[in-house]
């Protein structure tokens, strides 16, 4: 059918983890007038809801908004695959080439129109089409641009203190309590320790990027993921504060300390210095003491972003650029606090397509910046370094999407930012008062999870003066975020094969020290299923995997008698699984074939984490819930108008097909939002 477009100008606003139920708390309490305004002026839910694809995972419900597919279809149906060697490993999956449907912006830059995907995580990268009206920046991670590719250096905190002796370098300190007071002595932090799983690594290390195999156990709360990232991970640096000495040109009441970089092996000279009142309250870094001007000034409590600097890299210098925040100074001059980003190359242009958009967007806007990645438990850092670096970050990434709509003629746009969802994952879980975090404050965090959405409307309003330069625009998210009720069971996490309920249920076997302890490997000889990759449980079958035991005739009974199994299993006295059922019948939910389990399964309200192993109508404490968000505004939509259909995620992408006026993509299962449209169908 032709058809004639609604809209010539298309932009879709991703806000990852962004959920309509706290939405609609905030909008309540006018802290999102912003957000007020795009609804005002358009089409929703009441209640502003989607219902989203299964699992509720990052990388499938992206993937089912690009293409109108289900996650059983298009083949993306978690962070990772299942690796075919085993099935106690898994491969990093947010690679296009492994999605089996195709995306809408291939079908828009075929049908002529100029089409931008900035960084959305799942079946973006690499390009899928040749088309030169197709430009792709990023999508091989959550996180924000370039952080899988550019990093060069890691962020850090820096004391100096007149009581400190010498330098001192600690490289990736994990502190539960985060940086605390000057610490004198690294040696007690730095000490050998157990390692703990860093999921960072999981997501950006070499191994999830070039497609190895992955084996990660998830064999007690420790290794879950809400414990893991609840601990700051920051390179620590402690230096002598002193009267300064040997500058070419330092006030004589200056006073000196050092910064390392580059993994501790750069020093970069600091002077602290006074005001016009006497009061020491601001710094300036120099490359050296011979040097004529500062790399960066540096005034107490306010963050600066953009800063280039030369990071050693393997004995190559490459600018980067970084975030830098004085977070204390005392008015004597006698101790300092600081916290530096991470550094990202400048020049890093491997994820851009075309390669000229990086230069582009760096000489009209700036370098790319970064984000910040501690805080957790620690209120002071997600407070004074976390939620300001990604507002930073985030008044970047709108600044340079405005310029490139402005200057490169770009009709349909399709965005992702992540810093709701990233926050999520930091310190949601904290908004609670549970007994494992009975140390932190949950109105704290409360009031974090506001900044973050006071932060995304300010987002969101770089890009109202769109609809009166005749866009229309769509706000959508992939899930929602949980505050959860209750401390998770250990099933249903992302992060490798999930080793407790099922060895309780005598489905996996793990071999055993010479004082019966769990080892961190499997006895195939004795394990008849695993469960991993949230939400799916795989017999180990003889003829299709590599250690396989069951007889493929005893198959279907035994999926039976899991299936009974998990119905049964109990945690604090309750049920704690919600839905199971076979490969066969998860058809119903789209999470059925080959890239799925054997059986599919949900976390039953209550006892969800944060996203992921249960429904996507799953409700948690604080107004939350894992339902993504919908509205739209702008040409070809109604202007303050309330459906009431049932919006599913696989409707999104024929929706935007039918404003701009191309083809459903080819294995579309969903329909156009008929309602919401100025045209009857």
Known sequence: MKREALTQKLLVLGVDGMDPKITRKFLAEGIMPNLQKFIDKGSAREDLSHLGALPTITPACWTTLATGAYPGTHGITCFW????????AVVYNMDSRNCEAEQLWNVTADAGIKTLVWHWPGSAWPPTSDNPNLHVIDGTQPGSVNMGVAQL???????ANEEITEL?????????????????????????????????????????????????????????????????????????????????????????????????????????????EGIYDHIAIYKNKKAEKPIVVLEVGKMVS???????????????????????????????????????????????????LLKNVVEHVGPVQPVSLVGGEDAYLVENVYEPAWDSYSQWQARALNHLIKNQEYQVVFTHLHNVDCAG???????????????????????FIRKFYIQTDKYLGEFLHLLDEG????????????????????????????????????????????????????????????????????????????????????????ERKIMSDLYSYRYKGQRVIGLA???????????????????????????????????????????TSVTPIF?????????????????RQVDIAPTIAALVGVRMPAHCEGAPIYQILTEEF
């Open 168 to 276: 001192q370098y600690a490289p990736k300190v994990e502190r539960p309590a985060g940086t605390g007071c000057m610490i004198s002595d690294l040696s007690a932090i730095t000490e050998e320790k157990e390692p703990t799983t860093d999921m960072m690594e999981l997501w950006y290390g070499e191994a999830a990027m070039t497609g190895s195999e992955i084996r990660e156990y998830i064999m007690g709360p420790e290794n879950m993921e809400m414990v893991i990232e609840s601990i700051p991970h920051y390179d620590l640096v402690n230096s002598p504060l002193k009267d300064a000495e040997g500058w070419a040109a330092a006030p004589a009441d200056a006073k000196e300390f050092t910064i390392l970089t580059s993994d501790g092996i750069a020093r970069r000279p600091a002077l602290i210095l006074k005001n016009a």
């Open 471 to 558: 866009w229309t625009i769509m706000i959508v998210a992939d899930h929602g975020l949980l505050v959860g009720e209750e401390f998770p069971p250990q099933i249903g996490e992302y992060g490798g094969m999930n080793v407790q309920v099922m060895q309780e249920l005598g489905y996996t076997v793990m071999k055993k020290d010479e004082n019966g302890n769990n080892l961190k490997e499997v006895d195939w000889e004795k394990t008849t299923a695993v469960q991993t990759r949230s939400n799916y449980i795989y017999i180990n079958l003889k003829g299709r995997d590599a250690h396989g035991i069951v007889d493929p005739a005893d198959k279907y009974e035994l």
């Open 306 to 356: 953009g800063i280039v600097d030369d990071i050693n890299k393997e004995g190559v210098l490459k600018p980067a650029c970084r975030t830098m925040k004085l977070l204390e100074l005392s008015p004597d001059g006698k101790s300092l606090k600081m916290w530096i980003s991470n550094a990202l190359d400048v020049a890093q242009d491997k994820l851009f397509h075309p390669k000229e």
């Open 81 to 88: 695959r299942q690796s075919p060697q085993s099935l106690d």
């Open 425 to 447: 994952h930091m310190f949601w879980h904290l908004a609670k008062n549970l007994e494992r975090w009975s140390y932190t404050d949950p109105e704290v965090n409360q009031n």
């Open 631 to 647: 509205l739209a505004a702008g040409n070809g939509i109604k202007e303050n108008f309330k459906t009431a259909r049932t919006i």
């Open 153 to 159: 250096d890691w962020e850090k905190i820096i004391v």
């Open 581 to 623: 059922m076979r490969n066969k019948d998860a058809v119903v939910l789209g999470t059925n074939g080959p890239q799925c389990g054997d059986i599919f399964f949900t976390v039953d309200e209550g006892y969800s984490r944060l996203h992921g192993d249960g429904l996507s109508t799953v409700e948690g404490a604080f107004d």
